[in-house]
């Protein structure tokens, strides 16, 4: 079964830190490009980064403070989130994707989890 699980969503002040990690069961994510979206309520769905293992594209409003990395030999994606801001809170997901998108931070997704929840707030 194929599957993707996140971890490390929480509470954050603004300005603060929180590293996002997502654990692949089922298949190996090397075989994918990867990336993580987002949702707040009331607003689409946007992609926050996608990385095929040549190019990576970062959502303009996180570039500069977002970092996705990959472990291959946990199986484990990573995104570093620093300097967070208020408008950052969101459920964030992380995928498998057949493919990014030439131009923007989102791609063609295979699968995804079920998400974790980040809030910055004071």
């Known amino acids: 079964q194929l599957q993707l699980v996140e971890s490390g969503g929480g509470l954050v002040q603004p300005g603060g830190s929180l590293r996002l990690s997502c654990a692949a069961s089922g298949f190996t994510l090397d075989d994918y490009a990867i990336g993580w979206f987002r949702q707040a309520p009331g607003k689409e769905r946007e992609g926050v980064v996608c990385?095929?293992?040549?190019?990576?594209n970062y959502a303009d409003s996180v570039k500069g403070r977002f970092t996705i990395s990959r472990d291959n030999a946990k199986n484990t994606v990573y995104l570093q989130m620093n300097s967070l801001k208020p408008e950052d809170t969101a459920v964030y997901y992380c995928a498998a994707a057949y493919f990014c998108s030439e131009n923007s931070a989102s791609g063609q997704y295979a699968n995804w989890g079920q998400g974790t929840q980040v809030t910055v707030s004071s």
């Open positions: 990385s095929n293992g040549r190019r990576t």
